[in-house]
Nanobody, 123 residues
Framework: VQLQASGGGWVQAGGSLRLSCEAS????????MAWFRQSPGKEREFVAA???????RYAGSVKGRFTFSRDSGKNTAYLQMYSLRPEDTANYYC??????????????????WGQGTQVTVSS
């Protein structure tokens, strides 16, 4: 199983970006997929998760601004980010596990990780 994240970049506050996570080795719809992020000096934090036929879940800090979606035909998960803020600046990682868990916001429960993609939001 491999995850390939892309789509990061630099954007001004208030702007938008869309991250992609292409999965290979499994069918993304059957898996729980998630996005986490990490800034220098901070712990990795949950952003959003979706899968296994359940509605997406979001961290409170991004709810209403970020949208998680998936394209099962392309085995790809997306994170559409709107109204970006400087505090959203981080390295964003996609992750996956084979089944849903109520601990979807805890990184220790994910088996597969992609490389990070950097998002920088300037004020």
């Amino acid at each position: 199983v491999q995850l390939q994240a892309s789509g990061g970049g630099w954007v001004q506050a208030g702007g938008s970006l869309r991250l992609s996570c292409e999965a290979s080795g499994f069918t993304s719809y059957a898996y729980l997929m998630a996005w986490f992020r990490q800034s220098p000096g901070k712990e990795r934090e949950f952003v959003a998760a979706g899968g296994s036929g359940r509605a997406p879940r979001y961290a409170g800090s991004v709810k209403g601004r970020f949208t998680f979606s998936r394209d099962s035909g392309k085995n790809t998960a997306y994170l559409q980010m709107y109204s970006l803020r400087p505090e959203d600046t981080a390295n964003y990682y996609c992750a996956a596990r084979s089944v849903w868990t109520t601990a979807y916001n805890e990184d220790v429960w994910y088996d597969y990780w992609g490389q990070g993609t950097q998002v920088t939001v300037s004020s």
